[in-house]
């Protein structure tokens, strides 16, 4: 049961007690991977096999949680498109040339996961040599979000690139859509084909868009990576972030769960999307600064926003934010689990 509790929680069955998992469960809070960092480049942590494998591993040791998620960056599979970019320490990913016009899209090279980031589907085939009582997750960035990292150049508030791409070229964006989307097909059937239980796609900043741009640009490919996903048998998981206005049009995406940030309580989402999807998430991360007692307090609102148990997957509303005290993350893991077992028996 241990094995399969997530996987059974995001297909909607019943499960021993809720699953939790955080996004950047793997990450700075944690003194391991900072140590990890003061020598390896995390470009270099996520291309070596064996290091991605055990920061990987790291809060599953550590905290019981019942999956891990890969080591990598959304911004990975640009090596397969021949595009040059730095992660930058506290910024994210930067692009040396954007990519804003027909002629840079046509460049972009054609992309091949086994060929260009085989390290990912190593650090998935380590990781389950070394770990058997819990699955792993891979997950890919989601079409607008890597569009908009190309476009604007690296991590912004405004988008005024992409949206100039948009509105004044909408034919451009949407081959770089094409391309992007065929894209994060191949990658992630990569990383199920090594090892991973379940899919998650990122498209952490589509709430940038309106409902409008949404449906006429966005809402096929993301359908198209999904439908073409289903034949693996793997469970899948849409997340955005500042999305609430989408949340309709989110109930078709086609994925098997809804990843929720923490702007919206579950039991909203869930009356504006029916009973079709799986939720996860969607505690404030600000809540693990908090003591012990508000801490549960805050993790006891998100569970009870849930009533039908079986279709939860605990979660953050976004990343363990860096100050975490890891101590704080332990406690929520053995609170959820403890409460979710509480929830079966009443």
Same mark, same amino acid.
């Given at each position: 049961?241990?094995?399969?509790?997530?996987?059974?929680?995001?297909?909607g069955?019943?499960?021993?007690?809720?699953?939790? +998992?955080?996004?950047?469960?793997a990450?700075?809070?944690?003194?391991?991977?900072?140590?990890?960092?003061?020598?390896?480049p995390?470009?270099?942590?996520?291309?070596? *096999? $064996?290091?991605?494998?055990? @920061?990987?591993?790291? *809060?599953?040791? #550590?905290?019981?949680?019942?999956?891990?998620?890969?080591?990598?960056?959304?911004?990975?599979?640009?090596?397969?498109?021949?595009?040059?970019f730095?992660?930058?320490?506290?910024?994210?990913? @930067?692009?040396?040339?954007?990519?804003?016009? #027909?002629?840079?899209?046509?460049?972009?090279?054609?992309? &091949?996961?086994?060929?260009?980031?085989?390290?990912?589907?190593?650090?998935? $085939?380590?990781?389950? /040599?070394?770990?058997s /009582?819990?699955?792993?997750l891979? =997950?890919?960035?989601?079409?607008?979000?890597?569009?908009?990292?190309? @476009?604007?150049?690296?991590?912004? #508030?405004?988008?005024?690139?992409?949206?100039?791409?948009?509105?004044?070229?909408?034919?451009?964006? &949407?081959?770089?859509?094409?391309?992007?989307? &065929?894209?994060?097909?191949d990658?992630?059937? =990569?990383?199920?084909?090594?090892?991973?239980?379940?899919?998650?796609l990122?498209?952490? +900043? @589509?709430?940038?868009?309106?409902?409008?741009? =949404?449906?006429?640009?966005?809402?096929?490919?993301?359908?198209?990576? =999904?439908? /073409?996903?289903?034949?693996?048998?793997?469970?899948?998981?849409?997340?955005?972030?500042?999305?609430?206005?989408?949340? /309709?049009?989110?109930?078709?995406?086609?994925?098997? !769960?809804?990843?929720v940030? +923490?702007? $919206?309580?579950?039991?909203?989402?869930?009356?504006?999307?029916?009973?079709?999807?799986?939720?996860?998430?969607?505690?404030?991360?600000? !809540?693990?600064?908090?003591? !012990?007692?508000?801490?549960?307090?805050?993790?006891?609102?998100?569970?009870?926003?849930? *009533?039908?148990?079986?279709?939860?997957?605990f979660?953050?509303?976004?990343?363990?934010?860096?100050?975490?005290?890891?101590?704080?993350?332990?406690?929520?893991?053995?609170?959820?689990?403890?409460?979710? #077992?509480?929830g079966?028996?009443?």
């Amino acid at each position: 049961m241990r094995r399969d509790r997530l996987i059974r929680a995001l297909r909607g069955e019943e499960t021993d007690t809720t699953p939790i +998992w955080l996004m950047r469960q793997a990450g700075r809070h944690l003194p391991g991977y900072r140590k990890l960092r003061e020598t390896h480049p995390i470009l270099e942590v996520a291309r070596t *096999p $064996e290091l991605a494998a055990e @920061v990987t591993l790291e *809060p599953v040791r #550590r905290y019981d949680v019942d999956a891990g998620v890969v080591f990598a960056d959304i911004s990975l599979p640009f090596l397969g498109l021949g595009v040059d970019f730095s992660i930058d320490p506290g910024l994210g990913p @930067v692009v040396a040339r954007p990519v804003r016009t #027909r002629s840079d899209v046509e460049a972009l090279a054609k992309f &091949d996961a086994r060929a260009s980031v085989p390290f990912v589907g190593q650090a998935i $085939e380590r990781f389950l /040599e070394l770990e058997s /009582e819990r699955p792993i997750l891979g =997950f890919a960035g989601g079409p607008f979000t890597l569009a908009a990292y190309l @476009v604007d150049g690296g991590p912004t #508030r405004e988008y005024a690139e992409t949206k100039r791409l948009i509105f004044g070229d909408p034919g451009t964006f &949407d081959r770089l859509i094409a391309r992007l989307t &065929d894209m994060t097909i191949d990658y992630l059937r =990569f990383q199920a084909e090594s090892g991973a239980a379940a899919l998650q796609l990122f498209d952490t +900043w @589509v709430g940038a868009v309106t409902p409008t741009v =949404f449906e006429r640009h966005l809402l096929a490919p993301v359908q198209q990576i =999904f439908e /073409e996903l289903r034949a693996l048998g793997r469970p899948t998981i849409y997340f955005s972030t500042g999305s609430a206005h989408l949340t /309709e049009l989110l109930a078709h995406v086609g994925s098997d !769960a809804l990843g929720v940030d +923490w702007r $919206e309580p579950l039991g909203r989402v869930r009356r504006r999307i029916g009973p079709g999807m799986a939720l996860q998430g969607n505690l404030d991360p600000g !809540a693990l600064l908090a003591p !012990a007692e508000v801490l549960r307090r805050e993790a006891r609102r998100v569970l009870d926003e849930v *009533p039908e148990r079986r279709s939860h997957v605990f979660n953050l509303g976004h990343g363990v934010l860096p100050a975490t005290d890891p101590e704080r993350v332990h406690e929520l893991v053995e609170y959820v689990h403890s409460a979710g #077992r509480e929830g079966k028996r009443r």
